[in-house]
């Protein structure tokens, strides 16, 4: 996980001509925090107001994920975790092992790729693609889609609606994807956006992040449950988050913002 990278949008703008640019990569406008939670809240995750949608992005992994589902056993939370379709068929027991503990899936996209050009056809068939692995693999079928670096475009956006699936960011993160994060620093920014009805983002991987930087992420996801908790706020997966009434509309599920914790 990174940020867009003005590298990266200029090169985009290199490959495409404009309109088609525009067109293509306009929704990624939506990565940027305060547009996403002023004019798109049910893309930014928000739901009931007193509870924490607490989601993980960019497993399975066999060394790392294992540990974060005894952790959430110990703390008796579940979450939602966005898999990477080409893991989760390399890793089938420890899918199936993630939704026996309870916790729910989402699609991540089939490979962690950077969608600078156009590919409406690729982007449906690797999102139905995954869509059919988790369901196969699992036995449920997701209902949800983040995708990879949170870079939302057109093709992505419509391929999840083809699939059946509401797209879901976050509306507070942990940076947790660095060489540098440190549990307290994954805390501390949790805490600082972190209001009743978020959605939380953090990794249970580090296949597309700093090697080893899950570590931080694990030592401190008690304390941010115990923070949530302290604030009266409830900890679960988005299932138990978001009316099912407001699945693929962009701008419902009006949650309040109270709750606040840390700060």
Do not use: K, N
């Amino acid at each position: 996980m990174s940020p867009v990278s003005g590298r990266a949008w200029r090169t985009a703008a290199v490959l495409l001509p404009a309109g088609a640019a525009a067109a293509h990569i306009g929704p990624a406008a939506t990565w940027l925090p305060g547009v996403r939670l002023l004019l798109f809240p049910g893309l930014a995750g928000t739901g009931h107001r007193r509870h924490i949608a607490l989601t993980f992005d960019d497993g399975p992994d066999p060394v790392s994920t294992p540990r974060f589902l005894d952790t959430l056993d110990g703390l008796e939370v579940r979450a939602t975790f966005f898999v990477v379709g080409e893991h989760a068929v390399r890793h089938p027991e420890l899918l199936r092992e993630t939704v026996r503990r309870g916790h729910e899936l989402g699609v991540h996209g089939w490979t962690h790729d950077r969608p600078w050009r156009p590919a409406f056809a690729r982007d449906a068939a690797e999102v139905a693609r995954t869509v059919r692995a988790v369901h196969d693999l699992s036995g449920r079928r997701p209902r949800w889609y983040r995708p990879p670096y949170g870079i939302l475009t057109t093709s992505r956006w419509r391929a999840a609606r083809r699939a059946g699936l509401r797209t879901v960011l976050w509306s507070a993160w942990g940076r947790d994807w660095t060489a540098d994060a440190t549990p307290a620093s994954v805390r501390a920014r949790i805490a600082a956006d972190l209001r009743g009805g978020g959605t939380v983002l953090l990794h249970d991987s580090d296949h597309h992040s700093a090697p080893g930087c899950w570590q931080a992420t694990l030592a401190a996801l008690p304390a941010i449950v115990q923070d949530c908790r302290e604030a009266a706020l409830t900890v679960g997966p988005l299932h138990d988050h978001v009316p099912d009434g407001s699945r693929d509309r962009v701008t419902a599920v009006q949650g309040g913002r109270s709750g606040r914790v840390g700060g």
